[in-house]
């Protein structure tokens, strides 16, 4: 059965850098035609696609996000990892992590990452 896990600090202070990592469980990151993406909903908002890895390690980013953005890999631990940086009060939101095969078919349950000083 295939599982995301996000995981982050939960609270960070504005301008730092937020590190999160989705662990994948059931499939493998490199296999198949998957993409895993990040996607984030700031409160009372909508989905914000972030970006996403694809199963060759090439990245893609949202533009509006592009500057601030990097997704990177581990493949010995089968995991993906999201760092935003200079973030504000804006960034806070639940972050996701999604597997893509012509749809987002699997989701972690979030991590909530709240900007504040």
């Known amino acids: 059965q295939v599982q995301l896990q996000e995981s982050g600090p939960g ?3 504005p301008s730092q850098t937020v590190s999160l990592t989705c662990a994948v469980s059931g499939v493998s990151i490199t296999t ?3 993409a895993w993406n990040w996607i ?5 908002k909508g989905l914000e696609w972030m970006g996403v890895i694809a ?7 949202s533009p509006s996000l592009k500057s601030r953005t990097s997704i990177s890999r581990d493949t010995s ?8 940086t200079s973030v504000t009060p804006e960034d806070t939101a639940v972050y996701y992590c999604a597997r ?3 749809g987002m078919d699997y989701w972690g349950n979030g991590t909530l990452v709240t900007v504040s000083s």
């Open 11 to 13: 609270l960070v202070k």
């Open 32 to 34: 198949g035609y998957y």
């Open 40 to 44: 984030r909903q700031p409160p009372g």
């Open 55 to 61: 199963n060759d390690g090439s990245t893609y980013y």
């Open 77 to 84: 631990k089968n995991q993906f990892s999201l760092q935003l």
């Open 100 to 102: 893509d095969l012509e």
